[in-house]
């Protein structure tokens, strides 16, 4: 096991009715950035009662609404600016990833000097201070309610970039609120939250039982409830182990120990949305099959953690460890195509054309040489081209 050092400074208000600690939350603050995605607040009647909330305790209400799906950099300059003209003291996000991405690089970006907001997130030049910001999860899927990174889109330059701004001061997470998820983004959350634990499970190091044993537990409950979830949208229990599987997830704290793996499944998902717009989780859910048979190819000797993998998480068994092997990566794959997923980039409309600038910046700084099984900018066009 290796050293690690972690901290999470977030409160979670985890479960049905935590809204009920919003208005002390506030308390201190005067002024709020109200953040929101793209109307599913208003449908579900949660931004009324928002709203509500926050007149009763008298704050000054300015809204950024609007946040996209892949949140741009627009929408950060944008929010940087309400809050500035308006004296915003606090930040209220209330959705998914998008929304708390954007926020937490608003949250920052008001702090940041020069106008070039882009080079805060390209060039990692978060400032030291950020506003506090509050968080009302929408969507079990990034585990931005429990991290301090933001991933920003900049869509004139294909680029879609995640950097480090600040932590939520507290996450109110209802399941509740899920429950009006559509089935297509239930599904690639679900795939979403699988991934950011799989990106820490395929590391070289063998004996971190405890880190290895939330992963497989993780992805058994994930697998378990996702289904749950499709069938029955308002079942309490599927949704709320759906949810704190989210949190956990991106947590950090399923990689306890363990040599970094690279993460290049996000990597390689992040050119997809860059060029592509396509939802995270999707991507994340086409490319996972494919690599983990790229890899077992390359380098066999990474077959043990397969092996791991079939037997503790799908529950298989044989005698044959290769057959072994491949047949958790069928199981996988099998999972998400049953589930509703589209598990090809034609079904997504994608082809080769930009194959080649997507594994360059992929990899850029060859920043996979270093992965659970290092990948050169060929083995990327490779994967590409084998989820077509
Ligand atoms: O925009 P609205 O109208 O709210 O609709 C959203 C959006 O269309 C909808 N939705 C959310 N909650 C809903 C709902 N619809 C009905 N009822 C509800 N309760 O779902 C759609 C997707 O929302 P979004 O916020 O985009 O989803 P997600 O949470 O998957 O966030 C994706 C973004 O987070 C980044 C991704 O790259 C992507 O940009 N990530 C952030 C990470 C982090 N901060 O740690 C890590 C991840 O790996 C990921 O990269
Ligand atoms: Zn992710």
């Known amino acids: 096991m290796l050293n690690f050092v972690h901290s999470i400074p977030t409160k979670i208000y985890f479960g049905k009715g935590q809204i009920s600690h919003l208005a002390e939350l506030l308390k201190p603050y005067k ?16 931004y009324d009662e928002i709203m509500g909330i926050l007149k009763e305790e008298g704050c000054k209400v300015t809204e950024l609404s609007g946040i996209e799906p892949n949140p741009r950099i627009e929408s950060v300059a944008r929010g940087v600016k309400l809050c500035k003209e308006n004296g915003v003291d606090a930040i209220l996000a209330v959705g998914g990833g998008s929304t708390i991405d954007c926020s937490k690089a608003v949250a920052s970006g008001v702090y940041f000097e ?7 997130v390209k060039e990692r030049k978060t400032p030291p201070k950020a506003l ?28 879609k970039i995640g950097a480090s701004f600040t932590f939520p001061t507290a996450s109110i997470c209802d399941p509740t609120y899920t429950f009006s998820v559509p089935k297509y983004h239930t599904a690639a959350g679900a795939a979403d939250i699988m991934s950011h634990i799989m990106e820490d499970y395929f590391s070289r190091t063998p004996d971190s039982d405890l880190a290895d044993g939330i992963c497989e537990t993780v992805l058994k409950s994930v697998i378990r409830n996702l289904p749950v979830a499709l069938a029955e949208p308002d079942n309490y229990e599927a949704r709320a182990n759906l949810m704190a599987d989210s949190s956990i997830a991106c947590s950090g704290i399923p990689r306890y120990g363990k040599q970094a793996s690279g993460w290049v499944c996000h990597g390689m998902e992040h050119q997809l949305s860059a060029y592509y717009d396509i939802t995270h989780g999707v991507g994340l859910a086409l490319l996972t099959p494919r690599w983990m048979r790229f890899i077992l190819k390359k380098d066999p000797g990474c077959e043990w953690r397969f092996v791991r993998f079939a037997k503790n998480v799908w529950g298989l068994e044989g005698e044959d460890e290769h057959a072994l092997a491949l047949a958790g990566i069928d199981a996988l794959e099998n999972f998400f195509r049953e589930n509703g997923i589209p598990m090809t980039l034609t079904e997504l409309g994608i082809g080769t054309e930009h194959f080649a600038d997507m594994a360059e910046k992929a990899n850029f700084g060859g920043r996979m040489n270093n992965a659970f099984v290092p990948l050169t900018r060929e083995d990327i066009i490779k994967i590409y081209e084998a989820c077509l």
């Open 114 to 120: 020069g106008d070039d907001l882009w080079s805060m």
């Open 31 to 46: 002024s709020i950035l109200l953040a929101y995605g793209g109307g599913s607040v208003k449908k579900s009647g949660l």
């Open 132 to 159: 506090p910001l509050f968080v009302i999860l929408t969507i079990s899927a990034t585990g931005s309610e429990y991290d301090g990174g933001g991933v920003i889109s900049n869509m004139t330059t294909n680029e």
